[in-house]
């Protein structure tokens, strides 16, 4: 390669590493406010866990259709992706796996349906003309709950009406800045309710168990989606932060090899240079 | 005297947490005081202000968007999808929702569910407006 595209090549490496740093940055102090918000959300979805272990737990009266497992005809799939790539594995390890799932249990498109967050998994989907539902994209990277609580709300009234009979929520867990781990949690019907760590205190209910579980419990389910959203964003801003760190990394040896063969292919010219004036000289004499 | 430890909890982290005498909230029921030693209990909230009373006379109003209140002897917990202390709600905020809400509903046809959606956001818009007002 002549000298002057070795050159080229290092000046546009190290403007990508520049970007790739920034944005490695960016994507830390992303993560560190996700974080912060997980934890602020955390007092809420302990809280309204213990209410309805309680309930649910202490009383076989109360019966609520969000309770009860029916024949499925129709499962739901809720998938958290991101709005933008540039993230590692992120994306398409949850896509890959989403799409195998739907593969392996349901033969017509009838028999499933998808409520899908981001862009990128909406893109996917729709390329494969699955049947989306509804979708949400451009959330913000710190999203309130009133950002997403009309999808969260959506898709608890699509199972209340039998639009779907059960719904299966897939996302990116965060567990630390270096590891996530792909989730897959049956959110509809709600099953795993007295496993928490109910105290069993007998509460009074006023009105009436019935009337508290139909406010509960989909306040319930939308705030199991909102803390799910959470933990996706966190997980997408630790893989972006180390994706991005690779990419510095990578840059940063990519520009050593190439500063290397830079000041090699250099000294190849004034060496050249030299001996032909020397060749030139001795012609000379 | 004794006093009653109160938190209110949102999605987005705690509003409020502070010790009353009383605590008087608006139920589905009908209105609930609350005094220390309550026994548990369990109620939906509607669309209102909570009045925190607390020991040095002082009455902190929040206004909450429903949900439910949790009572226990030493503690009062109530979680809400969404509540602000009196003093933090802007009240221009509130006012321009209000007005948002007042001409959807102008507009749709009562069969919509917009039409439902739109007088829950008036209600809510209200709600913050009287309690700012009432600090």
Not at chain 1, 9 to 33: F, P
Not at chain 1, 209 to 229: C, F, H, M, N, R
Not at chain 1, 244 to 255: C, G, H, Y
Not at chain 2, 101 to 118: M, N, P, V, W, Y
């Amino acid at each position: 390669m002549a000298l002057r595209d070795i050159k080229a090549r290092i000046d546009s490496t190290k403007k990508t590493m520049q970007i790739t740093k920034a944005m490695e940055m960016v994507s830390a102090a992303k993560l560190n406010r996700a974080e912060q918000n997980a934890r602020s959300f955390g007092p809420y979805v302990d809280k309204i866990q213990e209410v309805v272990g309680s309930i649910a737990s202490g009383s076989s009266s109360a019966r609520h259709s969000m309770l009860i497992s029916r024949p499925v005809k129709k499962t739901g799939y809720f998938v958290v992706t991101a709005d933008r790539g540039l993230a590692g594995a992120y994306n398409s390890n949850i896509l890959r796996h989403v799409y195998r799932t739907i593969q392996e249990r349901h033969k017509s498109a009838d028999e499933y349906a998808l409520i899908v967050v981001g862009k990128v998994g909406v893109n996917f989907f729709k390329s494969r003309k699955m049947n989306i539902l509804d979708s949400i994209t451009g959330v913000a990277d710190q999203p309130s709950f009133a950002d997403i609580k009309a999808i969260a709300s959506k898709a608890v009234s699509l199972y209340a009406d039998g639009t779907f009979d059960e719904l299966y929520m897939y996302y990116n867990h965060f567990v630390s800045a270096i590891q996530n781990d792909l989730t897959e949690k049956k959110l509809l019907p709600l099953t795993d309710l007295s496993s928490g760590k109910s105290k069993s205190s007998s509460y009074e209910y006023e009105p009436s168990e019935d009337e508290i579980l139909e406010v509960l419990l989909p306040q319930y389910a939308e705030s199991l989606i909102y803390g799910a959203l959470l933990d996706a964003k966190a997980a997408e801003h630790a893989s972006r932060m180390t994706a991005m760190k690779n990419a510095t990394d990578n840059a940063n040896e990519l520009i050593g090899q190439l500063t290397l063969s830079f000041n090699r292919e250099r000294q190849a010219a004034i060496t050249q240079e030299i001996t032909e004036i020397v060749g030139g000289v001795a012609a000379l004499e | 005297m004794k006093t009653i430890q109160v938190s209110v909890v949102t999605p987005d982290g705690p509003v409020f947490e502070g010790n009353a005498r009383m605590v008087s909230a608006k139920a589905k029921s009908g209105e609930l005081g609350i005094l220390p030693g309550h026994i548990p209990l369990v109620a939906p909230l509607t669309i209102s202000a909570v009045r925190v009373h607390e020991e040095d006379g002082k009455t902190h109003y929040v206004a909450v968007s429903g949900g439910f209140i949790e009572v226990r002897p030493e503690k009062v917990t109530i979680l809400a999808e969404s509540a602000e202390a009196a003093s933090e709600i802007e009240v221009d905020r509130a006012k321009a929702a209000k007005e948002r809400a007042e001409k959807r509903l102008a507009g749709s046809k009562q069969e919509d569910i917009d039409f439902a959606r739109a007088e829950l956001a008036l209600k809510k818009a209200l709600n913050r407006i009287d309690v700012a007002t009432q600090k």
